[in-house]
């Protein structure tokens, strides 16, 4: 499965989705094929332009937006945010004072402040998938209203992962990275140190 793919697998079909940062509005595309309208959206003119010319359905709402800026209460129940960094994700939520039953997000980074913070902000951690996209890994994370108590290793490699192959193959890849890691820097790296013995334990 793709990200786009995986996560489409977490949508239902009756959830009002709004796909924030939509870029061609791949995930539209593919709920409109199984007839389920959703609002695609983007901070970029051209990119709402270009997918306006591109996309002939009436399912997909594409509207330009910074963030949630043009999305109106009642619209979503289930917000997307995928293939951006934590930071611009916790901004847009920080921004708004709309709440949704599930966000999915894709960050690019980050991925510990995002538990950390998403618990501030009263959304926890419902499930993980680790995605395998052109030899590259990619954490989808799943949040819920609510707020939970997670231990060191949760913050850092995240619980309830959906894909144990692929988890445990992305805890290698991380293992063997930061052991690479510890090797070639001189000072003493205390951050990846303790993600080795949280890797070890
Ligand atoms: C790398 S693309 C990701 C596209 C798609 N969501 C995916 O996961 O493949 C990131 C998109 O987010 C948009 N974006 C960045 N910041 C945004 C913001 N604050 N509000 C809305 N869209 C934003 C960019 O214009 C870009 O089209």
Redesign the pocket.
């Known amino acids: 499965m793709n990200?786009?793919e995986s996560i489409y697998s977490f949508i239902s079909e009756s959830d009002r989705v709004v796909?924030?940062?939509?870029?061609q509005a791949?995930?539209g595309i593919m709920l409109a094929k199984r007839n389920q309208s959703s609002i695609a959206?983007?901070?970029?003119e051209k990119?709402i332009e270009k997918a306006k010319n591109d996309i002939k359905s009436d399912l997909i709402d594409l509207r330009v937006?910074?963030?949630l800026e043009k999305i109106k209460e009642g619209e979503a129940d289930t917000l997307v945010l995928?293939?951006?960094g934590s930071h611009?994700i916790l901004?847009?939520l920080n921004n708004t004072k709309l709440r949704f039953n599930k966000i999915i997000t894709?960050s690019n980074n980050d991925h510990d402040l995002l538990r950390v913070k998403m618990n501030e902000l009263n959304y926890m951690v419902d499930s993980e998938q680790i995605i395998k996209e052109n030899n590259k890994y990619y954490n989808l994370i799943v949040f819920v209203p609510g707020n939970r108590k997670y231990n060191d290793y949760e913050i850092n490699f995240g619980l309830n992962h959906k894909d144990k192959e692929l988890y445990n193959e992305y805890l290698d890849y991380l293992k063997n990275k930061y052991k690479n890691i510890k090797k070639s820097s001189k000072n003493k790296n205390k951050k990846i140190s303790s993600l080795l013995v949280l890797l070890d334990a």
């Open positions: 990200r786009i796909d924030v940062g939509c870029d791949k995930l959206s983007d901070i970029s990119v937006s910074n963030g995928s293939g951006m611009t901004d847009i894709i």
